[in-house]
T-cell receptor, first 115, second 115 residues
């Protein structure tokens, strides 16, 4: 009965490869997010989607492309992986009310290591 | 722009109280959050406080908010070894009132509890 799930949990790949991380939520939420946590544990928003529509697209290289096939899924595709992409990527979801009470619930994270 | 600051480390003995401090810049934030991250795990929402409150208590957790000084603290009473984790303070970023608003996180405070 996992609320926000991500696959895979660990991803080790070579520079230049293309990879995807999947996220699913079973909370019935309308809004989903991707955050990146770097090696110093700093968390920063990358994207947010509401009802499959892109809301936030922070200063992220266009090698990163989020895709939301439906409200319950937000996948992250990364092209031409670079060493600096190594991080933990967290998916989150919220009701999407637009209110400050719109609490975000996080997935377990995907640790990406680029060699 | 928005910024959230926290001290990076705190070390306490089991049974003592822990106080983790946070300062934020966006005075329009109506909710402020505390998340906990255990080693290798995702982010768990601990508690949040509405900006018109000074204090919120939830079992061993007490949140104090000084809106004038933009200072937030989390007190953990009777700290246990299982409380060892990274604690993140967060505020809602710009675009409050719009679905998909990101959380702005502090760099996290690593709490180490010794027996």
């Amino acid at each position: 009965d996992t609320a926000v799930s991500q696959t895979p949990k660990y991803l080790v790949t070579q520079m230049g490869n293309d990879k995807s991380i999947k996220c699913e939520q079973n909370l019935g939420h309308d809004t989903m997010y991707w955050y990146k946590q770097d090696s110093k544990k700093f968390l920063k928003i990358m994207f947010s989607y509401n009802n499959k529509e892109l809301i936030i697209n922070e200063t992220v290289p266009n090698r990163f492309s989020p895709k939301s096939p439906d409200k319950a899924h937000l996948n992250l595709h990364i092209n031409s992986l670079e060493l600096g992409d190594s991080a933990v990527y967290f998916c989150a979801s919220s009701l999407g009310t637009g209110l400050s009470t719109d609490t975000q619930y996080f997935g377990p994270g995907t640790r990406l290591t680029v060699l | 722009g928005e910024d959230v600051e926290q001290s990076l480390f705190l070390s306490v003995r089991e049974g003592d109280s822990s106080v983790i401090n946070c300062t934020y810049t966006d005075s329009s934030s109506t909710y402020l959050y505390w998340y906990k991250q255990e080693p290798g795990a995702g982010l768990q929402l601990l508690t949040y406080i509405f900006s018109n409150m000074d204090m919120k208590q939830d079992q061993r957790l007490t949140v104090l908010l000084n809106k004038k000084d933009k200072h937030l603290s989390l007190r953990i009473a009777d700290t246990q070894t299982g409380d060892s984790a990274i604690y993140f303070c967060a505020e809602t970023g710009s675009n409050q009132g719009q679905a998909g608003t990101a959380l702005i996180f502090g760099k996290g405070t690593t709490l180490s509890v010794s027996s």
